[in-house]
């Protein structure tokens, strides 16, 4: 008898856990049908400020595989402009609206994996919807932002949010020539990094002539007659601009499994289990909607990420496709490339340590990228955060020019081996003078580190 | 009482062994002399490549400190152009002979530190010592050649070994205007690579330019009536040039130990503890002179590079300084930069892990450096070797242009802690177009890898 699989969702997660169930069952054991809202599926959204900065040609590059390709190659029925508005659990049955025509249908399911991505923050402030507010979640967003830039050719821009999208939109906009301001109440752009990391990015972003507004928050969106935005404001003022980017992150879009009963954890993301099944039999969640738990903290954590999104998809998909395998956790490891700096991080900060209970010792070391004599050697800052009483390392952020980002993979395995410092320091770690210093800014930080911790265990 | 400490070696290992006992004894407590039979101490070996190929300016940017440096800031006594030529364990002096005056003297010690480093191989050939037959292995070597480039302006040039040294001197020469031809017996450059990834090297050589010379041993060196050299004479022809750089590698410069009854391991370096200790008391070793063992393969082993030196020596520095510290082994880690490749490797290869025991399987991943839509993204081939049984990772090998070499180091990291190609491919890597495509290609290796085992598992 031929199983029923339904997807809710044609992002990344929902597509791999279809793919990889397709590949274990073949469309007589399993009849795959995938549900997409809109009218882009399998894209990569991380690549959308460079879509709008111009390094990208256009949205089709960003497309992995066309609606078509699954259907013809591995006979999942992927049907666009298809929203599901209810799942009836008890009734194996989801709601479907079809965009296109207007209908309404039910369809049955004996497997479902919500895939239900996330839903950009918006501040609920007058003027949040004005003409030139634009959010910058989806691709069909991206296009409608090229499409203002291309025909308005706005001269001023705010951007509202400081995190990894809100920096990189800030940096696309100046390189389209924009005049851009980045407003954010935290104190630093970026609140995943320490403030003394972050203050760098702020460094990097005034150099590249973003006006930095931080610690403010937007009240109101200020609308000419037509509609059309106008300025934004401040608790301090008034910034002018006719374009606006929201950039205020994003949380896991779980209403829908909310109100079909399906638990949802503290942070809002659907509860699954290590193989991304979730308390209701038959049902699956993966991707951005979902929580999992940080492997440092213990914590439940919800971090929308293409990668997470994928490992977690193709989980779901070989459990249901009768394989075995499990979504270990996250580390919290994240990069991204602004104004010539590398960015990077894994594990907690120094208030996440501490938030989860962590009595720490920080070290930040200033390094070259190359040998000093090697031509083209720039500056590097190099944090570790370790628990005071084992040593053991809790967290990594590194800064710098070329060859900074990838670094942090080096660390994000110390910290899923629960390395300490100590340990860290006597590691075998390239080394070649167009590439590092002979001892790699990791292994300068990892013994510094030791030292700390030493110096204070004997106090 | 001062008690006197004698460093035999003004390279890495001895100056940091010399410099961490100075920072935990002062002066009065402890006097160091070091002895260095060559006219410059505390340079960079790696960086000489480089210096020839012209991207370092010059012999002058490869030195870390002058000697002066070291008496007047640490009350190092680092004496220039003396030889140790006998070591009296019994009596604990050593002979010194002082180039400069011709003279010998006798210094006792209390602590002596070995770093005599390595010898580079020479082979035992007819004309090996012919004008125009230089050697790489120290900076006075690498002035020496550079005078000879200057001077002479040879044009043809034959590149012996294509080991790390010789690919990165042929590379050099080619850059230098000279036609470069590379002689090695063995059946690909760079045998610290599986035969599959040394083949990509020998296309990157072959695509600048270097005529490449495999599976061939050098029978002689034919000299002109004025004793320069004018042809390598290999198995199979002759190969003209005026210029021959010897890159055949190096061993443990141990004779002086050995001739002292200090025990000598079976790679021919002086065989300590993990404190840096020999088994006789009051003598330490560290640097390219001593083996240390393999993490994978449980084997001595005597690697000769910069970063162990410099650990080994802090390690001895800190223990005769009444600290603690031990070095823990290594993993055979390298990089190396040549002809726009950055080479990588860790752990055994394939041979290397038969021959240690293990059964393996392999994958090789072709992948992209960053995601396949980013300006840039260039070819990049991952190895990964894992135990048949257990999916252990045992080794790894990275060939690709940027962003490839540091990729190694958390493969290194892996390795460290003993992960398997499963848990690998949970990892939490980070993510960004310009970084990498959205699976890492560490994670699509480890994955494949990890399907390979249980493949195996059920077969």
Not at 289 to 297: P, Y
């Amino acid at each position: 008898m031929t199983e029923r699989l339904v997807v809710i969702g044609g992002d990344a997660a929902g597509l791999a856990a279809a793919s990889q169930a397709r590949k274990r069952r073949a469309a007589a054991d399993l009849e795959i049908v995938a549900f997409e809202k809109g009218g882009y599926a399998s894209y990569s959204a991380c690549g959308i400020p460079y879509l709008i900065a111009g390094d990208v040609a256009g949205p089709d590059r960003l497309i992995a595989r066309e609606p078509a390709v699954f259907r013809d190659k591995q006979a999942i029925d992927l049907r666009m402009h298809s929203e599901v508005t209810a799942i009836d659990v008890h009734a194996s049955t989801v709601t479907v609206h079809d965009w296109t025509t207007g209908k309404e249908y039910g369809q049955p399911y004996d497997q479902l994996v919500i895939a239900t991505g996330a839903v950009a923050t918006r501040p609920p402030l007058p003027g949040a919807d004005a003409t030139g507010v634009h959010g910058i979640q989806t691709l069909t967003d991206a296009m409608d932002l090229e499409r203002r830039l291309g025909e308005e050719k706005p001269e001023r821009a705010v951007v509202v949010g400081a995190g990894y999208i809100g920096l990189e939109m800030a940096e696309a906009l100046i390189r389209r020539g924009l005049t851009v301001a980045l407003v954010d109440d935290g104190p630093q752009p970026m609140r995943t990094l320490d403030p003394d990391m972050g203050a760098l990015v702020a460094d990097g972003l005034r150099g590249i002539g973003v006006t930095l507004y931080q610690g403010e928050r937007v009240t109101a969106f200020s609308t000419a007659k037509n509609g059309h935005i106008e300025a934004v404001q401040t608790g301090t003022g008034t910034i002018r601009a006719e374009l606006v980017v929201l950039g205020m992150g994003n949380r896991p879009d779980s209403a829908l499994a909310a109100a079909a009963g399906i638990p949802v954890g503290p942070t809002g993301g659907i509860r699954t289990d290590r193989q991304m099944r979730t308390s209701v039999d038959g049902v699956w969640a993966a991707g951005d909607a979902v929580e999992t738990f940080h492997l440092v903290s213990g914590r439940p954590v919800a971090i929308a990420l293409g990668t997470h999104a994928n490992k977690q998809g193709r989980v779901a998909g070989i459990n249901l496709g009768g394989g075995y395998a499990t979504f270990p956790g996250v580390l919290g490891t994240a990069v991204s490339k602004i104004c010539d700096y590398e960015i990077a991080r894994t594990g907690l900060t120094e208030a996440e340590a501490a938030d989860a209970g962590f009595a720490t010792e920080s070290v930040v070391v200033e390094s070259t990228t190359r040998a000093g004599y090697f031509p083209g050697a720039t500056s590097m800052k190099t944090k570790l955060i370790a628990e005071r009483r084992t040593g053991r390392l809790l967290g990594a952020q590194i800064i710098g020019k070329e060859g900074a980002a990838k670094r942090i993979d080096g660390l994000a395995i110390a910290l899923w081996n629960r390395m300490t410092v100590e340990d860290m320091s006597g590691l075998d770690l390239s080394y070649a003078p167009p590439f590092s210093p002979v001892w790699d800014p990791v292994l300068i930080a990892a013994r510094k580190a030791a030292e700390l911790i030493e110096r204070a265990a004997e106090a």
